[in-house]
């Protein structure tokens, strides 16, 4: 089976600090990914990456940022943290092989952030 | 307009019923298409893949339209534990996944 797991299931931070959200999965895995996921809006990617150290925006980066140096390792950085950035935030990754399992995402337990 | 489009329900079905999601979408260089499954505070899992000639996994039913642009899923014979939120998956090229806001459905008995 593959597994995504995630740094943390609850944050509490404040406005204007340096987060960090950590997410390791061990299928050796080519692409991984960072949603948020807010009621009503579904799930919007924030970035992605295809590879180590490639990242690629998706469609809500603002205000975060992205670190891939190794393969299991995918890290979201809020610069500083603001209360619209509340949110539920979910890794992901895909195998990346060709055909359509390559698209078939695995997710982790998802991180609750509340920035107060 | 968004990219992935849903009924957001919910749906309120007693066992034992047929219900059917419909999902739209307006790339037309979509080029994958999913069904995930999301239980109440949890993450989604993957239920189906969606070919183009439609394809069955026990009770469920998925199919595609690419001349309309839709995707459909009929659950049959409707259990508890079917309750949950359903979502519609599209990708793009590259690896780009745009996710419906989901479907929200309750089975009672």
């Known amino acids: 089976d593959v597994k995504v797991t995630q740094s943390s299931r609850y944050l509490v931070k404040r406005t204007g600090e340096k987060v960090f959200l950590e997410c390791v999965q061990d299928m050796d895995h080519e692409n991984m990914f960072w949603y948020r996921q807010d009621p009503g809006l579904g799930l919007r990617l924030i970035y992605f990456s295809y590879d180590v150290k490639m990242k690629e925006k998706g469609d809500i980066p603002e205000g975060y940022s992205v670190s891939r140096e190794k393969k299991e390792r995918f890290s979201l950085i809020l610069e500083s943290a603001s209360t619209n950035q509340t949110s539920m935030y979910l890794c992901?990754?895909?195998?990346?092989?060709?055909?359509?399992?390559?698209?078939?995402?695995?997710f982790g337990p998802g991180t609750r952030l509340t920035v107060t | 307009r968004k990219e992935v489009e849903q009924d957001p329900g919910p749906f309120n079905v007693p066992e034992g019923a047929t219900v059917a999601f419909n999902c739209t979408y307006s790339n037309s260089a979509s080029q994958s298409f999913f069904w995930y499954r999301q239980d109440c505070r949890k993450e989604p899992k993957l239920l189906m893949s969606?070919?183009?000639s439609g394809n069955e996994d026990g009770r469920f039913t998925a199919q595609l339209n690419r001349a309309s642009q839709y995707i459909s899923l009929l659950i049959r014979d409707s259990k508890l534990s079917d309750s949950a939120t359903y979502l519609c998956?599209?990708?793009?090229?590259?690896?780009?996944?745009?996710f419906g806001a989901g479907t929200r459905l309750f089975v009672k008995a």
């Open positions: 998956v599209v990708n793009r090229i590259g690896f780009k996944t745009i």
């Open positions: 992901a990754s895909t195998p990346g092989i060709g055909g359509r399992r390559g698209y078939e995402q695995y």
């Open positions: 969606v070919y183009s």
